[in-house]
């Protein structure tokens, strides 16, 4: 399913819908539906030509935008078009879009957190440098991805939110069981904790201390701690125009 997948995103395959349901157990099912249907962009009038595909135009400029809570087939998508795009072209930057709520919705644990460390770890391994905006909610492991990319060049828009938190558990079973989950949860909330003092530049014990809670941060606030860089604002209004000048040149302003 996996390899099946992969050589499918390889020839610009992009989710369609992706729906999550709950069941009366209160376990989550993802139902993936991919469309493979590409509409090519023409230049022209609007009404001469069928409408663009958006989602591969975006790619098509070097775009990957995590628009939802990172589940498995989400996960999927984008390690392939990380993968992709560096054999494409090793120089030019990716600019990963996020607007996320980690591995968490509505309060519900809908999968592990070993789906950011995926992500986390092929940013690092790919050799374009990435450029991470949050454009809604970077929440939670969602926030460890915006604080991963490269430094000078995460950014989030004027009414994003940003929040850190620890992770949360779901534990069942026999004693012996629960107690083997507890302690992979202590490891991967250190794990987080390490992560977050690396691209924050904050010690392991003020992450810690932090995260006890859910923390919420404005956009200047999250400059201020170190999540991000700077906070794009319309070019007509800003003096800041770094990020902006790289997004111009990508046609996205």
């Known amino acids: 399913m996996k390899n099946s997948c992969f050589s499918e995103l390889l020839c610009f395959l992009y989710v369609y819908s992706i729906t999550d349901t709950v069941d009366s157990s209160g376990y989550n099912s993802f139902v993936a539906c991919f469309s493979v249907q590409v509409i090519p ?13 958006l989602a591969s135009y975006l790619f098509k400029n070097r775009i ?33 879009y996020i607007n996320s709520t980690g591995t968490t919705k509505g309060g519900e644990k809908l999968s592990y957190e070993t789906e950011a460390f995926a992500i986390y770890d092929v940013m690092g391994y790919v050799k374009p440098p990435i450029f ?30 940003i929040m850190i938190k620890q992770p949360i558990g779901r534990f069942q079973g026999q004693a012996t069981d629960v107690e083997l989950a507890r302690k992979e949860m202590n490891n991967v909330k250190a ?27 404005s956009p200047a606030e999250a400059v201020e701690y170190g999540i991000i860089d700077k906070v794009l604002y319309n070019e007509r209004g800003s003096e800041d125009r770094g990020v902006v000048s790289d997004l111009k040149k990508a046609q996205l302003i």
């Open 191 to 217: 794990e987080l904790v390490n992560l977050f003092a690396k691209h924050i530049g904050k010690t392991s014990e003020q992450i810690e201390a932090d995260i006890s809670r859910p923390k919420y941060f």
């Open 41 to 53: 962009y023409t230049r022209g009038s609007a009404w001469e030509q069928p409408p663009p595909d």
């Open 64 to 96: 990957v935008y995590l628009g939802m809570s990172l589940v498995p087939s989400v996960t999927e998508l984008i390690l392939a078009e990380f993968l992709y795009l560096q054999y494409e072209d090793e120089e030019k930057p990716i600019y990963l």
């Open 132 to 161: 991470t905006l949050c454009v809604g909610n970077a929440w939670g492991e969602a926030a460890l991805l915006l604080a991963a990319g490269a430094k000078g060049n995460r950014s989030a828009l004027p009414s994003s939110t």
